[in-house]
């Protein structure tokens, strides 16, 4: 298995409503049926400001499928709303 963890940091304008957008948009991932497990989450209230705001945890049963989900129409879609919303982004993939 294939754990694909993938962190943003968002632009501090609105940033509530948009980690509510963030939220909304990524179930349309969830469409993706190489995604064996889905997790969207945000950073938990009275944590470090240095944390990240929100994050993707998916799992995949290889590579192959990781690969087919970052091609897919839904996450090339997600990815340009992201783009414009975060600041900084930080991902790992791993066996486990």
Known sequence: MIRHICM??????????TIAEF?????????IDTIKSFQVVKNAEKTPDS???VALIFDFDTVEALDFYQKSPQHVEFGKYVS???IQRACIDYKF
């Open 8 to 17: 943003f940091t968002l632009k501090p304008e609105n940033k509530e409503q």
């Open 51 to 53: 944390n990240y705001d």
């Open 84 to 86: 414009a919303v975060r």
């Open 23 to 31: 939220f909304d948009r990524a179930e349309a991932l969830r469409k």
